[in-house]
């Protein structure tokens, strides 16, 4: 039997299994018909000739309309139908199920125009004109994020063969040797050519004689636009139901008649393109450029990826942009003004879809996971504007931090104690901590995924210093009061306690895969209730007659080293416990132990259950079955006010103990093992401190106040600058010498301007004390101290404190050793972008599919493996797009499996898109990124493309220096790559340098007599042997050998091979020896042979960076290989788009 946890790098488990067999192969067999339905239709664009598209039978019609609105062909048309043998095909309905076979043809039709089509055309024709900037990204908008893959990848196709050696500069940049103290963030986001934006029009923009009158409504007039070419012409334009052609009007005279000549076309861009040839030229260019790009590059992510450094570039103007943000249209979704979206219904009844088979599945599982992306962009926006103050609340009466808010139909409230509502929990910072704690048991429940039980939708966001708590509203809640509404749980803390069968069947179905053990408390008339979830948990019928729960902060159970009680009975706390302290007094009790936790513990006390007969570990380990192994958690068993009965007593007594003993787990098998991060713990305290400071900063100062706390905790300079408003003061001070006026008084009174190095050093002392218990030393007096001391890099702190505060700061090189100058001004912080948590929804039978996978791969069934997750990646491909964390797994999977059966070509192309899907998803900085660049460099290795793979290894180590500094494990794995790739490039001093610091590094991490350790002095060895110094060579192979021996014996394979390889170098110097001598002898003899000075042969090279990574091949035979390798190309091309 296998223990119950989960498998590696599987996505987030917790979700039903099937237990039939059977259902498992129809649900694969499914799949294959799924993949095998691709075909070729025609595509007849009006006035052009067809052309050919490879579509997918499970594609909707609208995925179909989406695609065609990206092609090169047709990618000017947005307002158009498809029609099939003159029927307009459903937009909703998926090409298999209409009978659309290979070869037919599909026209498209063009449609009359709307209001809402000519605004949604006109942002399509300023995406394709934009589309080669990257400003969208750097500002956080449009669902654009940063990748920068293809500039390292683009030009090396393995084309060069033999002379690339000669032609390629193998020196890297002189801040990413070893020793270098630098770290530069220019190249963090390198200037890329192909990014450069190519200017096809001057400027385009909404024109003020907008909306149209009556009188010209009624010929169609939907709105008017100003163009500015590039030959300096100004053009009035119609948008009208049939389409855009020029008119009559001026800037100051209206007359919309039709100008000379009468162009009428249904495209924006086919109009340009008539009457400017400079656009016509240019946008030709733009569309060759957009067309090279990787589809991963171009393609928008589900969610929004903000990155925490930019460059500071120029305002343009953006008539798209400004009318989004038009004062009279806050509010309103920006493709259908004036309507709202009913959140909560449309997450509901997308969530009551049927599941029965996979299609419907996928399909169900793709409506939610489209809603939810959209609620959470809607819910991001409107925290964004309650925080602006854009937003009227329903409580205008009460302190701005009591306030609630309904925008867009989501019900917003704000991370405070709101009527001391959390008072007995830890007030404030309680509160603050509870939006998170029920947003992780919102995920559970959600991905339980009980038919008939509804959560609401859920975000927290946290701008500005302010969590805000975004969810749908229950419908009806909001006529009554929420104490009424309660049919199950308690809303005071279990001083009232309501019970309804409804939910309790409901949630007893969760409470195997939750861990939750079904119980009893007492009421306020002291009668037993029945239970399934924590006491706080809220059962609500909806007026639409759903069975609602909410308020879901203790659907884990609570971690009892941090519930601190002057009551507690200090003879059932643990020796563990006790001689460390715990438990503890903490800012709040809600710490919980979450899934990840629980798992861990749950195998630990597995691995008890199985060795002990089955009744005696039953009782031994907590498990509430006397037959089989199940353990659960009570959530309220140490909640304070929860009355438990007196038959109950043995009960909660043996939960009581079962919750210790995960503490005391915890302290002596997990905590220990983990070596504290003081910079860490540095930041998450500065965070707590920044959170609050923000909340006493004015809109007008948010740019001084942030530089001021950033030079406050980073910069060496004792002489901080005036942090007030530059501009208003200067023009103040010039013209009013007696008064400033009360506004600039406020900014140089603030409280925040007050703040002082030393005074943010003591705050953080305090808090890394009192919040996480950790003592930094008293000698250390500042935070300059502590980063000498434990050898830190401000900008590693500042990448970490920028990314978890949502700050975004220009990219410079900035000065932090300077004592004379402060590092940060105001024009360095560009912007602050809100931080969102949201629930991670994924496909359940690719879940599924990917876990047998990893089984079949552990049993060396890589035919297997390799088809299960091609099947995986082909469900969440549907369901999630593939800009998503689980297809990233799943092509990282894919290349391995590739990669281990020689096909480097297939390998290369799935890790290429698994990087850039993590740049994308992750950021280009995160640690996930760099160890898929790492992996890629090796394929790229493999396959012939040397200069690119040290590239990528380049770009892997500055990324790591960067984000960690050259004190990492990390970075031995890449110095040892680097060395290796550089010894196959012949470039002996360059490839020592990365060498000796990876033996350094493995000595430190992995200990001197690690085989690692053993490893890096062969490789050394190798090098002094290319170089002919074979008396280096033997010393290091010497002190490699004695390793080897000691750890694994004599008879080890890589001991043997150590011995062998030690004759060869002893061999190589005594007759390099004996030929010295000859020289230096002067007399004639018999020829001695030279010396071979060996330079290792890829497939060598290819050997020990597979021994780096940890890549160990399993030996096929030549027809398994080849079998292998048939089903592999089969798959590969079902898969290709």
Same mark, same amino acid.
């Given at each position: ?5 989960q ?13 039939? /067999? ?10 294959v ?5 691709? *075909? ?39 307002? $158009? ?9 459903d ?10 076979? %290979? ?16 605004r ?6 300023? !995406? ?6 990257p400003?969208?990204?750097?500002n ?10 293809t &500039? ?15 032609? *390629?500069?193998c ?10 103290? !630098? ?5 963090? #986001?390198?200037?890329? !050519?192909?990014?450069?934006p ?7 923009? @909404? ?9 010209r ?6 709105? =008017?636009?100003?163009?500015l ?24 005279n &209206?007359n919309?008649?039709?100008?000379? +000549? ?20 240019t ?11 990787h ?7 589900p969610?929004?990826? &903000? ?28 493709h259908t ?15 009551e ?21 959209? $609620? ?15 937003v ?10 009591l ?8 019900? *917003?409230?704000?991370?405070?104690d ?10 404030n910072t309680?509160?603050h901590?509870?939006?998170?704690? !029920? ?16 959560t609401?939708?859920?975000?927290v ?13 229950v419908?009806?809640?909001?006529e009554?009061n ?11 803390y ?32 002291s ?25 879901l ?5 609570p971690?009892?080293?941090?519930? $601190? ?11 563990e ?28 006390s ?5 060795e ?16 089989? &192994? %199940?353990?659960? *958690? ?23 103990q ?29 965070k707590h ?29 004792s002489?901080?600058?005036d942090s ?6 200067s023009?103040?001070?010039s ?17 925040? /301007?007050?703040l002082? +190095? ?24 500042s ?30 090189? =900035? ?6 100058r ?5 024009e ?17 039978d690719?879940?599924?599919?990917? #876990?047998? /996978? ?12 390799y ?33 281990i ?5 297939d ?14 998803m ?8 760099? #160890?898929? =660049?790492?992996y890629l ?26 984000v ?17 790739v550089?010894h196959?490039? @012949? ?6 340098? $990365? ?24 490789l050394l060895?190798?090098?002094y ?12 192979e010497?002190?490699? =050998? ?16 150590s ?29 001695i ?7 290792p042969? +890829? ?22 290989i /080849? ?13 290709q788009?």
């Open positions: 039997t296998a223990p119950p946890g498998l590696e790098e599987s996505p987030e488990d917790g979700r039903p299994q099937q237990s039939d /067999a059977d259902k498992r192969k129809l649900s694969i067999s499914d799949i018909d799924l993949q095998e339905t691709d *075909f070729t239709v025609r595509i007849q664009p009006p006035g052009t000739e067809s052309f050919e598209l490879q579509v997918s039978g499970q594609m909707l019609v609208v995925e179909l309309h989406q695609v065609l609105m990206e092609h090169e062909i047709t990618c000017h048309r947005t307002c $158009f139908s498809l029609q099939l043998g003159g029927i307009v095909l937009s909703l309905t998926d090409l298999r199920s209409m009978g659309i076979q %290979d070869g037919v043809l599909i026209k498209v039709v063009e449609d009359s125009y709307t209001v809402r089509d000519a949604l055309h006109l942002r399509h024709v300023r !995406d394709l004109l934009r589309s080669l900037d400003t969208d990204a750097y956080g908008v449009n669902c654009r994020s940063l990748s920068y893959l &500039f390292y990848t683009r030009g090396d196709k393995g084309s060069r063969g033999a002379s690339e050696k000669e032609s *390629f500069d020196s890297p940049p002189e801040y990413i040797l070893p020793g270098c103290k !630098d770290r530069p963030l220019t190249p963090l #986001q390198p200037l890329r !050519d192909d990014w450069k190519l200017q096809c029009l001057r400027v385009l923009t @909404m024109s003020s004689w907008n909306p149209p009158p009556g009188n409504k009624m010929h169609g007039d939907l709105m =008017y636009i100003n163009v070419t590039m030959e300096n012409r100004e053009l009035n334009i119609t948008s009208s139901t049939r389409g855009f052609y020029l008119n009559q009007s001026t800037a100051f &209206f919309p008649k039709p100008a000379v +000549p009468k162009i009428l076309c249904h495209s924006l861009v086919e109009l340009l393109s008539q009457v400017s040839p400079a656009f016509r030229k946008f030709s260019a733009l569309q060759k450029k957009r067309v090279q790009q589809p991963f590059e171009r393609i928008a992510a969610f929004q990826v &903000f990155t925490w450094i930019a460059r500071h570039g120029d305002h343009t103007l953006d008539c798209v942009r400004a009318e989004e943000t038009h004062t009279s249209r806050m509010g309103q979704d920006e003004a004036g309507q709202s979206r009913d959140w909560n219904e449309e997450l509901q009844g997308c969530r879809l049927t599941r029965n088979s996979l299609q419907e599945r996928l399909q169900r599982e793709r409506s939610i996971f489209k809603t939810n992306s959209d $609620f959470v962009a809607a819910a991001t926006r409107g925290a964004v504007a309650v925080i602006d103050g854009n009227m609340p329903l409580n205008p009466g009460e302190a701005p931090h306030q609630m808010f309904i925008w867009n139909n989501l019900f *917003f409230s704000l991370g405070f709101i009527a001391e509502h959390y008072r007995p929990l830890g007030g309680a509160a901590a509870a939006a998170m704690c !029920d947003l992780r048991g919102a995920q559970a429940y959600a991905s339980v995924d009980i038919e008939g039980l509804y609401l939708g859920t975000a966001v946290d701008y500005r210093g302010i969590r805000v708590i975004a969810q749908t509203i419908p009806g809640i909001l009554k929420q104490e009424q509404s309660v049919v199950y749980g308690s809303n005071d279990g001083k009232t306690v309501f019970t309804h069968p409804r939910f309790l069947k409901l949630l007893d179905k969760t409470s195997k895969p939750l861990r939750i053990q079904r119980h009893q408390v007492l009421d306020h008339s009668s037993p209730v029945e239970l399934c979830s924590g006491i706080e948990t809220k059962g609500i019928l909806g007026n639409d007659g759903r069975p609602y729960i909410l308020d902060l203790r659907t884990f159970p971690d009892l080293n941090f519930q $601190f009680s002057e009551t507690e009975e200090r003879r059932e706390v643990p020796k416990c006790q001689s460390f302290g715990y438990p503890r007094q903490h800012h709040h009790s809600l710490a919980r132990l979450f899934d990840c936790v629980l798992i861990i513990v749950i195998m630990h597995y691995f008890t259950f199985v002990n007969v089955i009744m005696k570990a039953c009782e031994a380990v907590g498990s509430v079955s006397d037959s089989c &192994f %199940d353990i659960r *958690f009570n959530p309220n068993v140490c909640s304070p006010g929860v009355r438990f009965s007196s038959e109950c007593v043995e009960e909660v007594q043996r939960q009581r079962l919750l210790w003993d995960t503490a005391a787990f915890l302290l002596s098998n997990q905590i220990a093992a983990v070596r504290i991060s003081i910079s860490e713990v540095i930041i998450r305290s500065a401190i920044f959170r609050t400071y923000l909340q006493d900063v004015e809109p007008a100062a948010f740019s001084a106040a942030v530089s001021h706390f950033l030079n406050c905790l980073l910069s060496s300079s002489c901080l600058t007030c408003s530059d501009e208003l003061l023009r103040r001070r013209r009013r010498r007696r008064s400033h006026g009360s506004r600039v008084t406020l900014l140089t009174d603030s409280v925040w /301007a007050r002082t +190095p030393s005074e943010l050093w003591g705050r953080i002392r305090t808090e890394a004390g009192v919040y996480y218990h950790y003592t930094i030393d008293r000698c250390v007096e935070v300059d101290g502590v980063i000498e001391k434990h050898s830190l890099q401000r900008i590693s702190l500042l990448r970490e404190l920028a990314i978890k505060t949502g700050i975004q700061v220009q990219l410079r090189e =900035y000065v932090f050793e300077s004592r004379h402060p590092v940060f001004g105001e360095d912080v560009i912007n602050m972008f809100p931080v969102v948590k949201h629930l991670k929804l994924t496909a359940t690719a879940t599924r599919l990917v #876990q047998h /996978a990893q089984v079949a791969v552990q049993q060396g069934l890589l035919k297997d493996g088809e299960l997750i091609s099947h995986a990646l082909t469900l969440f491909s549907s369901v999630c797009g593939v800009l998503h964390e689980d297809v990233c797994m799943c092509l990282r999977l894919l290349g391995r499996i590739c990669y059966l020689g096909e480097y070509a390998a290369l192309s799935h890790q290429e898109k698994a990087v850039m899907t993590s740049e994308r992750k950021g280009i900085d995160h640690p996930q990124t760099i #160890q898929e =660049y790492i460099a090796l394929y790229c290795f493999a396959g012939g493309r040397h200069a690119t793979s040290l590239h990528l290894l380049y770009r892997a180590r500055y990324l790591t220096l960067l960690s500094g050259e004190d990492h494990p990390q970075v031995a794995q890449l110095d040892s790559m680097l060395g290796l550089l196959g490039l @012949m470039e002996y001093e360059l490839s020592l340098k $990365f060498l000796q610091n990876a033996l350094i590094s493995t000595s430190k991490y992995h200990g001197a007599t690690s085989l690692k350790h053993a490893h890096s002095y062969h060895a190798t090098v042997e290319s170089k002919g110094e074979f008396r280096s060579a033997l010393q290091h010497k002190e490699a =050998y004695s390793i080897y021996k000691s750890q694994v014996g004599e008879n080890h394979d890589s001991t043997k091979e011995s062998e390889y030690l004759k060869s170098l002893t061999q190589q110097a005594v007759i390099l020896q004996k030929a010295i001598n000859h020289i230096y002898s002067n007399r004639p003899s018999a020829c042979p030279p010396p071979k000075f060996s330079t042969s +890829p497939l060598t090279i290819l050997q020990q960076l597979n021994l780096t990574c940890g890549i160990i091949l399993i030996p096929l035979s030549a027809k398994e /080849a079998d292998l390798r048939t089903e592999l190309k089969g798959n590969n091309c079902r898969q788009p």
